[in-house]
């Protein structure tokens, strides 16, 4: 599966449009890019996943450039309550289920929503 | 919307001794699950693929015989850290993917069990 790039750590105001960017240059034309969030102590929440349209959900739209080597995820009014580490993950889609579906964590964006 | 749940949240116990950690798929089937460890200010690490029926798939530098995963239904998997020591003290994570679904459709994560070995 592609790696992928992003920032440590990133502020947002409360009430403002958090833009979490996600560097995935080696991403193949089968792999999807999926997002998901880790709040301190607990397990991951899926966000949002595309292929290369953009997509939008209750929670978050996903923005993938044309090229699909890079993507953002967008909250649109953050609040604090989405403080968390977000993880970019890009996976094949594999057929033959089993282990083909395991995802790769990397070290994700520590989201600060300040007051 | 599908949940998956963890039992116990957080354990202590003596070190030596083997402790067991339920993953269940509360309102769907799950075919595979998957148990991560997360370590304090590390990411997720998958331990290892959990299939209904067969022996479980373990990742690389992972001992078998120390974690014993189990997953006799669609709706439950077990870990079982045997001989556990404070170095198996650890956040341990399980996720399930629905039977069935589209091969695209996202895992489902449980809140996770907090291992604590004196």
């Known amino acids: 599966d592609a790696k992928t790039t992003q920032p440590p750590s990133m502020d947002c105001a409360e009430g403002r449009a958090a833009n979490l960017p996600c560097n995935h240059s080696t991403i193949s034309g089968n792999e999807y890019v999926y997002w998901y969030r880790q709040i301190h102590s607990q397990g991951p929440q899926y966000i949002i996943h595309g292929l290369k349209n953009n997509e939008t959900n209750e929670m978050a739209s996903l923005i993938i450039t044309e090229d699909r080597k890079s993507s953002t995820l967008i909250l649109p009014h953050a609040t604090l309550r989405d403080t968390a580490v977000y993880y970019c993950i890009v996976r094949v889609e594999g057929s033959s289920g089993g282990s083909n579906y395991k995802l790769t964590f990397g070290k994700g964006t520590l989201l600060t929503v300040n007051p | 919307g599908a949940v998956v749940s963890q039992h116990p949240s957080w354990v202590i116990c003596k070190s030596g001794t083997s402790v067991k950690i339920e993953c269940r798929s509360l309102?769907?089937?799950?075919?595979?699950m998957f148990w991560y460890r997360q370590f304090p200010k590390q990411s997720l690490m998958l331990m290892a693929t959990s299939n209904e029926g067969s022996k479980a798939t373990y990742e690389q530098g992972v001992e078998k015989d120390k974690f014993l995963i189990n997953h006799a239904s669609l709706t439950l998997s077990t870990l079982t850290v045997t001989s556990a020591h404070p170095e198996d003290s650890s956040f341990y994570i399980c996720?399930?993917?629905?039977?069935?679904?589209?091969?695209?459709?996202?895992?489902?994560f449980g809140d996770g069990t907090r291992l604590s070995i004196l």
């Open positions: 996720s399930a993917r629905e039977i069935g679904s589209y091969s695209n459709q996202p895992q489902h």
């Open positions: 309102d769907f089937q799950a075919t595979t």
